[in-house]
């Protein structure tokens, strides 16, 4: 038997020991008991009414200004001219931030949802959350829900063909990490200490990047989240433990990418999603879908 299959054993059995043979419904290591009872400072309950197909709900920071107008001219604009796809930025709260800027970009485009957490990366699964609790409470009637970034190019018409396509149900579609590890550097942003998640192997989970849930399992995952161990890291927390607790699927999907992607509209002329935009660049890609490419017959039309 080989040295690494051995070490690999080793850590197998130690999380049996650590937290039994089904870790994550199991009490042992996961179970908690939290609230979400943060305030809206800004909530738009009427902004799902009517027929809607898809919701989009893009987690920002208060202070990116420009990448949200960046999507708002660019990619985001089809949602303008489509009755049954939504758009919504999710915020939390920076004291460094006029608030009344804020406000008054909330009054101008009427898209922003924002809750009195304060706004950081280790909140990120709580801002994670906030969408899960405005979309079964203000959206029940999406059918489908995607969470992505303010750094994020999203082919909207392809999306949708996609999602018009799916059968499934109780799902969570995008692009899917198998057989990750905890960082052990302590430099690292993902760093995690072994004793917020002391099993050796992450759940298999979708990218924090882009990801579709369907309406089905909004609810379950915030109620699993309130009876779950706070975890940083969201997409491990909400598409992979949650996920894991309340039984959904995990769908991939292999026009989501978790990388960058040239930054050129023929990227995307297969493709849902990249990652890794700054807001000149997503201008610039959309700049492009005017010009007459060999690549200008996009799947779903941009154009």
């Not at 709580?126 to 829900?145: D, N, V, W």
């Not at 499934?168 to 052990?184: C, D, E, L």
């Not at 490419?293 to 996009?298: F, G, T």
């Amino acid at each position: 038997m080989g040295i690494g299959i051995v070490i690999n054993f080793r850590y197998l059995v130690w999380d049996f020991i650590e937290c039994g043979f089904n870790p994550y419904l199991s009490g042992k290591c996961f179970s908690g008991s939290r609230t979400h009872n943060f305030k809206y400072l800004i909530n738009k309950p009427n902004l799902c009414n009517g027929s809607v197909f898809l919701l989009i709900a893009v987690v920002s920071a208060p202070s990116e200004f420009d990448k949200r107008r960046a999507i708002r001219e660019t990619w985001g604009s089809i949602v303008m001219n489509d009755a049954e796809v939504r758009l919504c930025f999710i915020l939390g709260y920076r004291s460094n931030v006029d608030q009344n800027k804020t406000q008054e970009e909330s009054d101008r485009y009427g898209d922003i949802v924002q809750e009195d957490f304060l706004d950081s990366y280790k909140n990120l699964s709580i801002k994670s959350e906030a969408i899960l609790r405005f979309a079964f409470s203000f959206c029940p009637e999406a059918k489908y829900i995607l969470k992505t970034d303010t750094d994020m190019f999203i082919n909207v018409p392809v999306l949708v063909e996609t999602l018009r396509k799916n059968t499934q149900t109780n799902m969570i579609m995008g692009f899917v990490h198998s057989g990750a590890t905890p960082y052990s550097n302590r430099k690292s942003k993902w760093f995690i200490e072994r004793g917020y998640f002391p099993l050796t192997y992450y759940p298999d989970y979708a990218s924090g990047t882009a990801y579709v849930l369907t309406q089905d399992v909004t609810k379950n995952l915030f109620i699993a989240a309130l009876h779950t161990k706070y975890f940083s890291l969201e997409d491990v927390f909400i598409t992979g433990i949650l996920r894991t607790r309340i039984k959904a699927n995990l769908i991939h999907h292999e026009a989501f990418h978790s990388t960058k992607l040239p930054v050129d509209i023929c990227s995307f002329k297969d493709n849902i999603s990249a990652h890794r935009f700054s807001a000149a660049e997503i201008r610039k890609i959309w700049s492009q879908k005017h010009l007459n490419k060999s690549c200008e017959s996009l799947s779903g039309g941009f154009g």
